[in-house]
Each structure stands twice: as C-alpha cells, then as structure tokens.
C-alpha cells in the first residue's frame, strides 16, 4: 500500500478510491477516445454512441472462469460499452468455476473467429494456448478480472485488481476491527479462501497475511492469521466456519472473496454478532446486507463494471487503432457502514 493510501497508520478510503478506480476511470476515457480512429479519435468516438459506429457488427466475446453474481456488473459493464459501440457482444462462463470447461469455452469462442476475446485467467497455464491462439489470429486479445501473470507473459493488457495489496488493506481492516470488538491485541484472523489454486484468491491471502503483520507492526499487537478452505455453497461455507470456531478462539475472519457472507449468516444465526472482526471481497447483495444490518464491518470493492467497460475500450482501441492494451488497477473501493447506504443504492441494478 502506497504512502498515500495511509493517514496515520490507518487505512485512507480516498487513497484507495483514487489510486485505482480514478486512475482506471481516466485510462478508460483516453482509450475509448482513441479506440475507433488514430485519425479523429474523438470525434469517433462521439459517433460510436449509435449506428454511425466504425466497428458496428464486430463481434466481441466475454468468457469468465465462473458466472456467479459478481460477474453481474463486468457484464453490464462490457454490454454497454458493446452498445456504444454497435457490436454484436457475448458473455458466457461455466458455473461453478471450471478450469476445464473454461478453456473449451474460450477455444469454442476463438473458433467462432470473432474480432475480440476477453478472457479471465485463473490459472498460470491452463490458457496459454487459447491466448497464444488468439495471438497467432491476430484476435485481440484483454484479461480482466485476474491474469495470473498471463498479461506479462504475453504483454496483453489487463483490467483488474492487484490483489496483494488490496489483500493487504483488508488484512490491516481486519486486525483494525479485530481490536474493536475483542479488546485483544492477540488472537487469531481466519484467512477464507473458497477457490484455492485460483491466484487471485491465493495473492489476496497473501496480502491479509502482510496486512495483519504491518498492523501488528504499527500498532504493537500480535495477531496471527490461519487459512480455511471455505466453499461456494452456503451450507458447506457455513459447516467449515462454525466447525473452527469449536475448535479454538477466533478475533476475526478476512475472507479473500463474497465468503464473508456466510460468516455473517452463520454469527447471526448463533447469536455472536460483534464478537469479532467481518470482512471480506466484493459487493454482492448478500455482503452490502450484511454491512447494513451490522454483520460484517467492511469489504472491498473491486470496480467491476469497469472490468467490463474498460476491457472492451482495450479491444475498441486495438480493432481501431491498432494500439496494444495496459494494465488498468481498478482498485479497493473500502465499503462499511459510513457509505453503506449509497452503495446499496448503486449496485441494486445489478443484483
């Protein structure tokens, strides 16, 4: 976390906010300028809204590793900024993730010979072959959501989050919290993972592990931190939770994705609401709920509507103007109680 994202030892939300969703805000505005005409780009891409649009009829495919509910605004994202631009756009994903089915997918999209992919790359080799196909055809080719080192590897652009220091803020949050509801300055944070192997989960828990020992150096506490393998499905979730908290005391739980949730069902339902420190990744009804009725006290936003948007500015810019895609941080937008409210009221279009 950057000097900026810190006022006194304590997390800033505007170090945040500005240092990826306004980055990736302003990135995203000079690539759709610049994504129908390397002669007018603006002037294109005023035209783009509607049928005047250079790339109306291209077709762009979206395949993620899991269409679950957080897909939801990477997809309205990429919808819209498809219509923008007159594309004819699908989005597709196995459910539950499925590395397997993933790769068929994306090879079976490929194989469609479209004008762009957008791929999510959950695995550092499972892809590589799909992504150097698309290469080879002269496809453009983005990541969005997490690229396990394949946007490096190949120097493709990427529209994400970086997820170790995102996992470290939440890991400095949890311990923050930790001591709030317990009064310790010891004890043990639960690290959730319910998708391990899956490198963006794997970074975020390496970063809570980082950011509960940088609290613990700043703040003369001693808390330490224990992976568990959680799960998609609520009642497995909920049985892993509820069976570790049996075996020994626990401070606080720093889930690396929504699993956080079910942490907030399973303390509601056991009367231990307040006894430790909630937090978690993402912005799914269930987690904004819980933040409302005082279950979870934060989680961490990932801009995934500009997953989507951005992505697809990435493809505009290289059908047009031949120009290759970056790397886009889209950030940690810190949401509890403070700005719960507002931020309910932004995502109920997507749930």
């Not at 002037?43 to 993620?64: E, L, M, R």
């Not at 269409?67 to 994202?77: I, T």
């Not at 639960?190 to 899956?198: D, E, H, Q, R, S």
């Not at 309910?344 to 997507?350: F, L, P």
């Amino acid at each position: 976390m950057s000097e900026n994202s810190q006022e006194n030892g304590h997390i800033s939300r505007r170090g945040l906010i500005v240092g990826g969703g306004a980055a990736a805000a302003l990135g995203g505005a000079a690539m759709l300028l610049a994504a129908c005409s390397p002669e007018k780009p603006a002037a294109a891409a005023a035209a783009s809204v509607g049928t005047g649009s250079a790339q109306a009829g291209k077709k762009v495919v979206f395949i993620v590793h899991d269409k679950n509910s957080f897909f939801a605004p990477v997809q309205a994202g990429f919808e819209d900024f498809g219509k923008a631009m007159g594309w004819k756009t699908q989005f597709n994903g196995p459910s539950p993730q499925d590395v397997q089915q993933t790769v068929d997918m994306q090879k079976n999209a490929l194989n469609s010979k479209p004008d762009g992919v957008i791929f999510t790359c959950i695995d550092p080799t499972a892809f590589d072959a799909n992504i150097q196909q698309a290469i080879d055809s002269k496809i453009p080719v983005v990541l969005s959501n997490v690229a396990t080192g394949a946007d490096k590897k190949f120097r493709i652009g990427f529209v994400g989050q970086s997820f170790i220091v995102a996992g470290i803020d939440a890991g400095m949050l949890a311990a923050k919290y930790a001591k709030q509801h317990t009064g310790q300055t010891s004890g043990v944070i639960i690290v959730g993972n319910f998708a391990p192997g899956n490198s963006a989960l794997d970074d975020r828990a390496t970063g809570i592990k980082q950011g509960v020992d940088r609290f613990n150096q700043q703040n003369g506490t001693s808390y330490t931190t224990e992976l568990l393998v959680t799960s998609t499905d609520e009642t497995k979730a909920v049985g892993a939770i509820d069976a570790r908290y049996r075996k020994s005391p626990v401070v606080g739980w720093a889930m690396t994705a929504f699993d956080h949730q079910f942490v907030a069902t399973w303390a509601k339902q056991n009367n231990l609401v307040g006894k430790f420190a909630v937090g978690g990744f993402d912005e799914t009804a269930p987690v904004l709920q819980g933040i409302k009725d005082g279950g979870i006290d934060f989680t961490l936003g990932q801009n995934p509507y500009a997953q989507g948007w951005l992505a697809a500015a990435m493809i505009a810019e290289q059908i047009g103007a031949g120009y290759p895609g970056s790397s886009v941080d889209t950030g940690a937008e810190i949401v509890d109680k403070s700005n719960i409210a507002e931020i309910m009221v932004r995502e109920a279009k997507y749930a």
